[in-house]
């Protein structure tokens, strides 16, 4: 039977997917206020989307089920956007079905906006998987964004291998193994694609008791850069966003404690915790024509926590 013909399910038995009847309506709306005698110009944009390019574009965000992932997923969406939102274990492929539901139920009847996927990054099948989500449910591959990631506090000298092996697998070979299935469709079809790695103001500085993890963050940048030079002469552009600090699930316990969380705002200069909209933002403006000449870049956000803030008073 043609694709065409073929119901969602069908055509994604394996995954966790669903397709409603609607019509999907973006509101575009921009507030431009301009002083024009002054020649300065202020440009408010109240809702998404921002990039009219990236409507129809398809997405694959590794560990989209919470956090990071999740706002970047759920921006790409609302950017007009098709995603994969892979989640990893049991615990969260409900958050990633939801999601993947709310796009659905919007879309045009038929069509499907989101799957959610199940995966583990660190194996070549699972991400193989993810791979051919994308092309089997949306027919193309433009974006990857590798995102999961995990961090747990050791003192150095206590690290147990196995924690060392586990952060180097996840956070390290999954952005390997997502770069490298993205890579080699963009080569073998001749796409413009773009990668984001998810780095860290930590690909820079270094962290105490969270050595495995400070140590793939900053892999992650040369490795980014790598590829980045590797491809750039085929439209190929490959950058890494490194947050700081930013509300998200994984760092709930931290932030959530008034003292522990004044210590962490302390290191800011801007003296907030970052938004998970902070990060999307970057993600969005990183897969835009808008970013078309960036490339190998780190794109710190971070409210200047990676400007060493202990010399803001110019001592030293
Ligand atoms: C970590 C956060 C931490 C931040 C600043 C991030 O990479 O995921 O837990 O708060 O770096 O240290």
Same mark, same amino acid.
């Given at each position: 039977m043609p694709y065409a013909e073929l119901t969602a399910s069908q055509r994604i038995s394996s995954l966790a997917c669903s397709s409603h009847t609607g019509r999907e309506r973006f509101g575009w709306r921009f507030e431009i206020h301009a002083t024009m005698l002054g020649a300065q110009y202020k440009t408010k944009?109240?809702?998404v989307p921002m990039y009219p390019e990236l409507q129809g574009q398809v997405a694959?965000?590794?560990g989209a089920?919470?956090?990071l992932g999740y706002g970047i997923a759920k921006r790409y +969406?609302?950017?007009g956007m098709n995603v994969v939102i892979n989640?990893?274990?049991d615990k969260r492929r409900e958050h990633a079905?939801? +999601?993947a539901a709310?796009?659905?139920e919007k879309a045009d009847a038929g069509k499907l906006r989101a799957v959610a996927a199940q995966a583990d990054v660190t194996q070549e099948d699972e991400i193989d998987k993810l791979r051919h989500a994308a092309l089997e449910v949306f027919g193309r591959l433009d974006v990857w964004v590798n995102n999961a990631g995990l961090e747990a506090r050791h003192p150095s000298h206590k690290l147990p291998k196995e924690a060392w092996d586990k952060t180097i697998a996840v956070n390290l070979t999954g952005v390997f193994l997502g770069s490298r299935a993205a890579l080699a469709h963009f080569v073998e079809h001749d796409v413009r694609g773009r990668i984001i790695n998810l780095s860290s103001v930590h690909e820079v500085i270094p962290w105490p008791t969270f050595s495995d993890y400070a140590t793939t963050k900053s892999g992650i940048m040369m490795y980014t850069k790598s590829i980045a030079l590797e491809y750039a002469r085929l439209g190929i552009r490959v950058n890494c966003i490194a947050p700081g600090a930013i509300e998200t699930p994984i760092n709930a316990e931290k932030f959530d404690d008034p003292e522990l969380r004044g210590r962490t705002e302390n290191m800011i200069?801007?003296?907030r915790i970052g938004k998970v909209t902070d990060v999307a933002n970057a993600a969005a403006w990183l897969v835009s024509g808008q970013s078309r000449y960036v490339t190998g870049h780190s794109l710190f956000v971070d409210g200047g926590m990676s400007l060493y803030p202990s010399f803001e008073r110019g001592d030293g």
């Open positions: 944009s109240k809702e694959v965000v590794t089920a919470s956090g +969406l609302d950017e989640y990893h274990s079905e939801e +999601l709310r796009y659905n200069p801007m003296h």
